[in-house]
């Protein structure tokens, strides 16, 4: 059973990897911490402005055609909502994303 889990964590790492993307960057492009987010949630939610959150994934939920996923750092909580029509790579993050990795 363990090794099924690791097998199929470096089976999603290398394609990660196939695809160009730097599974461990060493730095990340941030705007706001989860919990200024919630805060300003309002203010944020008028401006339409985009912002870039990162926090551990604690849970995921497939829902089909959306994904919910729970997001924690050290300021707070947050649920992202990934819709198949709101994003061009839904199938990759569906089948890519698993608990405890950070996104």
């Known amino acids: 059973m363990r090794e099924d889990i690791i097998h199929d964590r470096e089976q999603k790492l290398l394609h ?3 695809k160009g993307i730097n599974p461990y960057p060493s730095r990340i492009r941030l ?3 989860v919990g200024e ?3 300003s949630f309002v203010a944020l939610s008028k401006s339409k402005k985009k912002i870039i959150l990162v ?5 995921i939920r497939n ?3 959306v994904l919910f996923v729970d997001i924690k750092d050290e300021s707070g909580k947050i649920q992202a909502v990934i819709k198949k029509d709101g994003v061009k790579n839904f199938d990759e ?3 890519t994303f698993d608990p405890g990795d950070f996104l």
Do not use: N
Request: aromatic share 0%; glycine share 10%.
């Open 16 to 18: 990660l990897k196939k």
């Open 31 to 33: 705007t706001h911490a």
């Open 37 to 39: 987010a919630l805060s």
């Open 55 to 59: 926090g551990r994934a604690l849970s």
């Open 63 to 65: 829902q089909g055609s």
């Open 93 to 95: 993050c569906r089948d």
